[in-house]
């Protein structure tokens, strides 16, 4: 079976509850799962009024082309995509900050007796996918970056569209053998963005975005930060 095969068939969020399941019915010997290798993934729900307020902020700079070619981001990212522009310092701080850095606090209780000192965003943008446009796999700047969902097209968030249409893969090339990965291992994770949900990440850990064929915007927001510790 090709590689990808073996990738396709594992790598749902619902893997994740299966595992739960197999542990509970196996009650009879103590176990202690330690594992200090690999990067993990903070998921949260940011507020409606945060998703409002950054949505309208992208409508302002999408209403004026003025606006939009002075913050125009393209040139400084990967993606193959319609529109990427800059949420400038003075906004995120109005808009996000307060939420996006309470959530690399919380992040950051993984590691008991780490304490985070200071955040500083280095940097924020908007990202509008339409029909066709991607983003190649990439890794970020800084030590932490994130992203939050804005909108999303009904054939991504009805799963009309086939496989990873419009999904975003988070990838960890330390493991990368079908054989000795997936299910206890994975090497790859991959999420059906739903408006709201917030993504917290090491900036090192490699992901894309797929495309997708529907009709509408795929709006989403990423961030960059360093994080004192
Ligand atoms: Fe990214």
């Not at 319609?82 to 950051?108: D, V």
């Not at 968030?157 to 990368?176: C, L, N, P, Y």
Request: glycine content about 8%; hydrophobic content about 35%; aromatic content about 10%.
């Amino acid at each position: 079976m090709p590689v990808a095969q073996l990738d396709r068939a594992s790598d749902f969020e619902s893997e994740g509850c299966r595992f739960e399941s197999c542990r509970a019915h196996h009650k009879g010997i103590k176990m202690k799962i330690i594992k200090p290798f690999g990067p993990s993934i903070g998921k949260f729900e940011l507020k409606k009024t945060t998703i409002d307020k950054t949505n309208n902020y992208c409508d302002f700079i999408m209403a004026s082309k003025t606006k939009s070619r002075k913050l125009d981001h393209s040139n400084k990212l990967i993606g193959n995509v319609e529109q990427q522009f800059i949420i400038t310092k003075a906004s995120f701080k109005k808009i996000l900050e307060n939420e996006i850095i309470s959530a690399i606090k919380k992040y950051y209780l993984q590691v008991p007796g780490v304490k985070v000192k200071k955040v500083t965003i280095d940097s924020a943008w908007i990202v509008c996918q339409y029909a066709g446009d991607f983003n190649p796999p990439h890794i970020h700047r800084g030590n932490i970056s994130g992203v939050g969902y804005l909108k999303i097209p009904s054939s991504i968030s009805t799963g009309k569209e086939k496989g990873f249409a419009g999904h975003i893969s988070f990838m960890d090339g330390r493991v990368s053998m079908p054989r000795n990965s997936p299910p206890l291992v994975q090497h790859r994770k991959t999420f059906k963005p739903k408006i709201g949900n917030l993504f917290i990440f090491p900036s090192f850990l490699m992901h894309d975005v797929h495309p997708f064929r529907g009709e509408g915007e795929r709006r989403s927001f990423s961030f960059n930060a360093f994080v004192d510790s």
